[in-house]
């Protein structure tokens, strides 16, 4: 508890991003700010007092990308503070003993090396190949607090801290619907300390116990609670399975048995495909090598990241002008570019390039009931302000391995170079189209 002192949570202050919504009582950061000394002080005494309770958190229904919907914990900024420093202090603590082979939340870590070391695992056991996919049925909203507790309570000393972590896990919640509760059970998401408390509960309940138990027979790669097992017989990846179901229902968690599945998936004779972070893992054919394993996003990843844009532009046509429409354009297609640039995924990041070009030059012509382009003027305005254009082959990363899948630079910019860009010409063409 001494490290949660003023200057501590002057640090964590800082570190909250003032454009997220806030909670229940609805102080903002610059609101906060104006007394912020005497606010830490005031803060500091509640907590060394053992008075502290968090405010009840907000709920905030977001759709999820396979259906449904998913509930975020709005916390009140104040209550944000103390769980940003409480993540810091577990992350100092456990950081250390984490499992080299998890990725998830983790400095320096990244959902492409999972992919890489995915990669180089199945590579190395091509000729003998047996996947475990796992999936945990609402992982966030089911952990056990007591046996979470009992978990941290084995590496941390401190009954105050614990009892803080405590009162942060049961912190009450108001529901959409206006109704009042209390949290029972699960980390609520949105809260700056729920990435760290899970990712402590997966690598006692799952990372450990792999490694005293089957890390002779296999190998595992976790991102958050997203994983994959790879053994080199199906006898063995069955007797895993079931263990794994009885060792989930520890921690009062369970597996959605429609997505937890065994992938027989040697390069001689594969029996599916392996999903994993949102992409694919296939058997494909080079020529002049034969069988190679290959990754393309999943279909339905790509199919919804072209409708997300195309409703974004169609919602959003009538209410900004055309060069800010372009530039938040530009902004979407270069974050889809830069997660699912990797190698042999040129033809799916060409194909997403053309479906935004054609939402945008379908829908700003929905403005009004002129046309505002033909497709030779909607040319022209993609040659003086292009769009940004699929990395070219040498600058996918390479995801062969997980030391590889670490993006050093970015990717280099496919702009065209425009050898008019400061006539006169260029320049009022460029001007007439914005």
Known sequence: MHHLNVHNLRQAFRALDGTKASGIDHVT???????????????????????????????????????????????????KIVQTLVARILEAMYEPHFHRHSYGFRRGMSAHQALGRAYETICRRRESCVVVEMDIEKFFDSVDHDWLLRTLGQRIGDPHFLRLIKR?????????????????AGTPQGSPASPLLANVCLHVLLDQWFTQHWTHKGEFIRYADDAIFVFSDEETAHAFQLALLARMAEA?????????????????????????????????????????L????????????????????????????????????????????????????????????????????????????RSSYTWEQFERRLHFSPLPQPPRASDLLDISSAHAATRNRKPKSRMPELGTSGSVRSASLELAFT
């Open 168 to 184: 942060m896990l049961r912190c009450s919640m108001l529901h959409a619907d206006g109704t009042m509760a209390d949290k029972l």
């Open 29 to 79: 950061k610059d609101v906060y700010q104006q007394n912020l000394d005497e606010n830490l002080q005031a803060l500091e005494q509640t907590l060394r007092g053992g008075g502290w309770r968090p405010k009840p958190a907000r709920e905030v229904l977001i759709p999820k990308p396979q259906g449904g919907m998913r509930p975020l914990a709005v916390g009140c900024l104040e209550d």
């Open 294 to 369: 290959k990754v393309k996003p999943l279909p339905k990843r790509l199919a919804r990241a072209a409708q997300s844009f195309t409703t974004w532009i169609k919602r959003e046509r009538q209410r900004k002008t055309t060069a800010f429409l372009w530039r938040e354009a530009a902004a979407k297609m270069i974050g889809h570019f830069r997660y699912y640039g990797v190698i042999w995924n040129e033809s799916k990041l060409a194909h997403f390039y053309w479906l935004c070009v054609g939402a945008l030059f379908r829908w700003l012509n929905c403005r009004s009931q």
């Open 252 to 292: 009062g968690l369970r597996l959605n048995l429609d997505k937890t599945r065994i992938v027989p998936f040697s390069a001689a004779s594969p029996k599916g495909t392996i999903t994993l972070l949102g992409f694919e893992l296939y058997w494909g054919i080079k020529r002049g090598v034969g069988k190679r």
